[in-house]
C-alpha cells in the first residue's frame, strides 16, 4: 500500500509503498477514504509523543470502509462505513467497564501506537469497542473531520463544561478544535467569544456563530478583554490552542465557579505552565482536560448533524492527496490556514 512514511523525527517524510496490515483478531482493516491533518501529527513527528518509535506512518482521523475482520469480531463486516475515536479502549480495564474508554489503562491510537492513516489501509484493534458506524448521509470527508478536533472539542463542551444556553463561552485558538468549540456551543446555545491573532480565523469564527472576537495580537490585556464583553467573565473557556499563554488566559477570563478546559495538547517544555491558581481558589474555578471521545458518545452527536444544529463540513477548508499531505504536515506549526485540511485522494 502507498503511505507517508518518516524514518526519524524531524526528517522529512516520504509516500512510500510499504506492506499492507493484517488485522489483529479482535481489530479490522478499514480501506482509509478519508483522513485529517492534525496539529497533533505534527507533535508526533517533531517526537513530542513518547508512544511514536520511527519509522512511522502518522494519522489519526480517519473514516473509510472495512476491508478485512479478524477472527474474534462478531459486530463488523466488510464494506461497513466506519470512523472511530483517535483514542481507542481496550474494553476490558476498569475505565472502559465505566464507559470512560477515552482514558482507558491499555489506550491504543493510530497513528502514535501504531501505524496510523497516512495511508490506504489502517489497523484498528479492539473493534467491537471501538468502532463508530457512520450515517449514510454523513460523507468520507466530514467524518473524517470529526477525528480527534471535533469529538474532542464536543466532549469538552457539552461533557466536560456542561454548557447550557446563555451561558458565555470563551474559545481561544481558532484553528479545527477551536472553530468546532464555536459551531458546538453555539448549537448549544451559548455566546462565544472567540479568541485568536488571525484576523482570516477570527473571521470564520463569526461566521460559525462567535458573537464577539478579540485580536489577541492587538489587545493589551486578553482576559479583561473578555471579561469586559462577558459583563463578568466566561462561564466555559477552552484552551482551544495548547500554549501557556492561551491556557493562562483561558483560567484568567473566567468568572466565579467558571470552568476552564485545556482541549489543545501542551508538550515537550510547554507541558508544565504558570496557572493563576491564586484566582483558582478565591473563584473556585474548575480546571477540566478533554481527552477525545467514547464510541458510545457518537450518537449524540451524530443526531445533532442529522438535526442540521452541526455542520462538520463547513469546517474543510482545504482537500488534499496523500503526497501534498507531507507539506501540510511538516508546516502545521505555521499555522498558514484556517479550519481543517482532509486528504481525499490515495
Known amino acids: 500500500m502507498k503511505a507517508v512514511l518518516y524514518e526519524a523525527f524531524n526528517v522529512l517524510p516520504q509516500l512510500k509503498n510499504v506492506p499492507d496490515p493484517t488485522p489483529e483478531t479482535h481489530g479490522v482493516i478499514v480501506k482509509v477514504m478519508a483522513t485529517g ?82 495511508a490506504e489501509y489502517v489497523s484498528i484493534h479492539h473493534a467491537d469497542t471501538n468502532l463508530v458506524r457512520l450515517p449514510d448521509a454523513l460523507d468520507f470527508p466530514a467524518a473524517a473531520s470529526l477525528g480527534c478536533r471535533f469529538v474532542t472539542s464536543f466532549r469538552a463542551v457539552v461533557d466536560q463544561g456542561k454548557t447550557s444556553a446563555g451561558q458565555w463561552v470563551a474559545v481561544h485558538g481558532c484553528g479545527g478544535v477551536g472553530l468546532s468549540a464555536i459551531m458546538i456551543a453555539n448549537a448549544v446555545g451559548a455566546n462565544v467569544v472567540a479568541i485568536d491573532i488571525s484576523a482570516d480565523a477570527l473571521r470564520l469564527a463569526s461566521e460559525l456563530g462567535a458573537v464577539a472576537v478579540v485580536n489577541a495580537a492587538q489587545v493589551a490585556n486578553v482576559a479583561e478583554a473578555v471579561i469586559e464583553i462577558t459583563k463578568g467573565g466566561a462561564h466555559v473557556s477552552l484552551d482551544a490552542l495548547g500554549h501557556p499563554t492561551t491556557c493562562f488566559n483561558s483560567i484568567s477570563n473566567l468568572r466565579k465557579r467558571g470552568k476552564h478546559i485545556q482541549v489543545g495538547l501542551m508538550l515537550a517544555d510547554q507541558s508544565t505552565p504558570a496557572i493563576p491558581m491564586s484566582k483558582v481558589i478565591a473563584h473556585e474555578l474548575e480546571i477540566l482536560g478533554s481527552h477525545g471521545m467514547q464510541a458510545h458518545r457518537y450518537d449524540a452527536l451524530f443526531a445533532m448533524i442529522e438535526a442540521g444544529k452541526l455542520t462538520p463540513e463547513r469546517l474543510i477548508s482545504r482537500k488534499i492527496t496523500l503526497e501534498q499531505s507531507i507539506d501540510a504536515l511538516v508546516n502545521m506549526d505555521k499555522f498558514e490556514s484556517a479550519g481543517v485540511t482532509v486528504v481525499t485522494e490515495f
Open 37 to 118: 491533518v492534525c496539529r497533533s501529527d505534527w507533535h508526533g513527528w517533531v517526537g513530542h509523543d513518547a508512544d511514536i518509535q520511527p519509522p512511522h506512518v502518522p494519522g489519526h482521523e480517519l473514516a473509510g470502509v472495512v476491508a478485512a475482520v479478524g477472527k474474534d469480531v462478531p459486530k463488523w463486516q466488510t464494506g461497513d462505513r466506519v470512523t472511530v475515536p483517535f483514542v481507542g479502549g481496550c474494553g476490558a480495564c476498569p475505565q472502559c467497564a465505566s464507559g470512560n474508554q477515552q482514558v482507558c489503562d491499555h489506550q491504543f491510537q493510530p497513528g502514535f501506537t501504531h501505524w496510523g492513516s497516512f
